[in-house]
């Protein structure tokens, strides 16, 4: 089984360690997202020093297939958010 982290749980995180009131923890980090989603909305790279890197990256327009019936279907351009973890963040996870 794999536990989630939701936006709940990192405000809470907050209020326990930097002593803000729960809606203030829950207001920073509801501000920090906006943030992070505003500037991929822009197109713009968000990079969190010793996290890792958010990229905005657009796909081609390609020919797909429906895996039940096998027909053909287009798949439409787009974009798409990636993520790359930092060294430091691989270390962590990979010890």
Do not use: C, W, Y
């Not at 429906?66 to 962590?92: C, D, G, L, Q, Y």
């Amino acid at each position: 089984m794999t536990n989630t982290i939701t936006r709940a749980d990192i405000a809470e995180k907050v209020f326990r360690e930097l002593g803000l009131s729960r809606t203030e923890s829950a207001e920073l980090v509801d501000a920090i997202m906006e943030e992070v989603a505003i500037a991929l909305e822009k197109g713009e790279t968000v990079k969190l020093s010793s996290f890792g890197t958010f990229k905005v990256r657009s796909k081609n327009a390609r020919m797909g297939r429906n895996p039940r019936t096998k027909e053909e279907i287009p798949i439409t351009p787009r974009k798409v958010v990636t993520f790359h973890t930092s060294n430091i963040m691989a270390k962590k996870i990979n010890s």
